[in-house]
């Protein structure tokens, strides 16, 4: 009796699994036809989270794992942006990343982001007394400047990417590391805030 249980279970789990696949491949078809460009061999793995597509661009061979949140804000509150991302070719995300974007968020080509990395162009508001007065949800969002992250750049877990800053090719961010400042091409990054601890001759 228990095997013929074990068949019934098996079978029922895998018909869930085909009807979700489908589902969210189904799901995956009308949400490419949103954003602005996605190139070609584009893999997305569910949950996902997509906010304003169409500010969105996407090259070939795109591949993420679950839990990716692209967030392209052009309103909050009562204030009105005109974000920007753009992911080049032969971009990876592992698991649980967020990308958000009230002014541009450039990621060059041959890009690996590791798990649980955060990659933001803006902030909850001023740091002053007048900004204090509000609870953050309600403060502006404040952008200090775009972010651009060059070719071959390997980020590692856990990885915050701060507003204003841009970061060469060829450079490695460990894991944990957040990055507050620009960096040039060829270095390994680490700590917090990040600083170079290695440079390659290339």
């Given at each position: ?40 061999n584009a893999q997305i793995k569910f949950p996902l989270k997509v906010k ?81 007065l509000e609870p953050p949800s309600k403060r502006i969002l404040i952008s ?18 701060m507003p204003g800053v841009c970061i060469g090719d060829n450079c490695i ?30």
């Amino acid at each position: 009796m228990t095997f013929f249980k074990e068949i019934i279970n098996n079978f029922a789990a895998k018909l869930y699994s085909f009807g979700k696949g489908r589902y969210e491949q189904n799901q995956w078809e009308k949400l490419k036809k949103q954003f602005q460009n996605i190139g070609e061999n584009a893999q997305i793995k569910f949950p996902l989270k997509v906010k304003n597509p169409q500010c969105i661009t996407i090259g070939n061979n795109f591949f993420s794992l679950y839990n990716l949140r692209l967030e392209a804000w052009n309103r909050y509150s009562e204030y009105v942006f005109s974000p920007q991302i753009v992911i080049g070719n032969n971009v990876t995300f592992n698991t649980d990343c967020h990308v958000g974007c009230i002014n541009k968020i450039e990621i060059g080509n041959d890009v690996l982001i590791g798990s649980h990395v955060l990659i933001t162009d803006h902030s909850h508001g001023n740091i002053d007394a007048e900004a204090l007065l509000e609870p953050p949800s309600k403060r502006i969002l404040i952008s200090k400047g775009p972010v651009k992250i060059g070719n071959k750049v390997w980020i590692g877990n856990g990885v915050c990417i701060m507003p204003g800053v841009c970061i060469g090719d060829n450079c490695i961010i460990g894991a944990n590391t957040v990055v507050t400042k620009s960096f040039p091409e060829n270095c390994v990054l680490a700590g917090n805030p990040a600083k170079i601890i290695k440079t390659f001759n290339v």
